[in-house]
């Protein structure tokens, strides 16, 4: 990562399995952004933090549990590479589903209207 970044927390998520899940954007100095999603445990202390996306904008605007113990988060794309291998527009719908430490288990790019 790049020393210059800002970030925005857009949602927070209470998980069965104890803590928290925020998720939102993770801006670098080049103004792209990533999706972006922290565990933090119950005091507060970040257990993780895992980036999604791309070399382009990428943002998370959606964020669920799953039965697994995982989540599923769901926000927009610009571009192919990276986490995606597909993209079908100038801004495509993007949906990653991971497991309980927030690796990745499969994604979706879906063609936006």
């Not at 507060?44 to 943002?59: A, H, P, R, V």
């Not at 988060?73 to 719908?93: Q, R, V």
């Amino acid at each position: 990562m790049v020393a210059y970044a800002k970030t925005l927390p857009i949602l927070l998520l209470q998980v069965l399995t104890g803590g928290f899940l925020v998720a939102g954007k993770y801006t670098q100095s080049d103004g792209t952004t990533d999706m972006w999603v922290i565990k933090i445990n119950s005091d507060g202390t970040m257990l993780w933090q895992k980036f999604y996306g791309n070399i382009f904008s990428d943002e998370a605007y959606s964020i669920a549990p799953t039965t697994d113990g995982g989540f599923i988060t769901a926000g927009t794309t610009m571009g192919i590479d990276g986490d995606l291998n597909e993209y079908n527009g100038l801004k495509d719908y993007m949906v990653v589903k991971a497991d309980v430490n927030g690796n990745v288990q499969w994604q979706k790019a879906i063609m936006s209207l």
